[in-house]
């Protein structure tokens, strides 16, 4: 008795079957995967500002919670005094301590690029609120607030405008004001 052969392997019509499975398999995984690359590059660009954002406000903070005294001042306050400075120039923040030379702090790399705004409010006398505005070269932008209270705050020569009664932010660069302040 002669057995019947059988043929081992897969015909033509399952090798395409297959084919086409795998490349509408590819074709929805790509429709998931791209944006999710595309959200997470934007998470991470997002995730650059903040840190820029937060970093730089938290060194305002330090600087002028302890201060012996402060003045937001479009010139240098005629008493003097004043030992440190700090305002925003060129998108960065720039200090300067003593007689020493202004400088930018932290490096051009520590900024990706971005552009810094720093607007300051008065609030009743002895707080003051202020917004660092992160823009990245694509227009994104990150805002951050900080509030503090320095019994020794005040505004020189720059006049806060109020709309009902609100005090309007000045702006650093705008607005052409520097914050002196000694510790």
Same mark, same amino acid.
């Given at each position: 008795?002669? =057995?019947? !052969?059988?043929?081992?392997?897969?015909?033509?019509?399952?090798?395409?079957?297959?084919?086409?499975?795998?490349?509408?398999?590819? #074709? !929805?995984?790509?429709?998931?995967?791209? @944006?999710?690359?595309?959200?997470?590059?934007?998470?991470? =660009?997002?995730? %650059?500002?903040?840190?820029?954002?937060?970093?730089?406000?938290?060194?305002?903070?330090?600087?002028?919670?302890? &201060?012996?005294?402060?003045?937001?001042?479009?010139? $240098? @306050?005629?008493? +003097? +005094?004043?030992? =440190?400075?700090?305002?925003?120039?060129?998108?960065?923040?720039?200090?300067?301590? #003593? $007689?020493?030379?202004?400088?930018?702090?932290?490096?051009?790399?520590?900024?990706?690029?971005?552009?810094? $705004?720093? *607007? /300051?409010? %008065?609030?009743?006398?002895?707080?003051? &609120?202020?917004? /660092?505005?992160?823009?990245?070269?694509?227009? $994104?932008?990150?805002?951050?607030?900080?509030?503090?209270?320095?019994?020794?705050?005040?505004?020189?020569?720059?006049?806060?405008?109020? !709309?009902?009664?609100?005090?309007?932010? !000045?702006?650093?660069? *705008?607005? +052409?004001?520097? /914050?002196?302040?000694?510790?």
């Amino acid at each position: 008795m002669k =057995r019947a !052969l059988k043929n081992k392997g897969f015909t033509m019509v399952e090798v395409i079957v297959v084919c086409v499975l795998i490349v509408v398999l590819a #074709g !929805l995984m790509g429709s998931i995967l791209v @944006p999710a690359i595309r959200n997470a590059n934007k998470n991470g =660009r997002l995730s %650059e500002s903040v840190f820029v954002g937060n970093t730089v406000g938290e060194f305002i903070r330090d600087e002028l919670t302890f &201060a012996a005294a402060i003045t937001v001042s479009a010139a $240098e @306050p005629a008493d +003097g +005094g004043f030992d =440190r400075r700090m305002h925003v120039e060129d998108g960065k923040l720039t200090v300067k301590f #003593g $007689e020493n030379e202004p400088y930018v702090l932290y490096t051009a790399d520590f900024y990706f690029d971005m552009v810094l $705004e720093l *607007a /300051i409010t %008065e609030i009743d006398g002895d707080f003051m &609120a202020y917004t /660092i505005r992160v823009t990245r070269p694509d227009g $994104e932008y990150f805002n951050t607030k900080f509030t503090f209270k320095n019994i020794n705050l005040r505004f020189e020569g720059i006049k806060t405008i109020r !709309l009902d009664g609100v005090a309007l932010p !000045l702006v650093s660069g *705008a607005d +052409g004001f520097y /914050i002196y302040y000694k510790r």
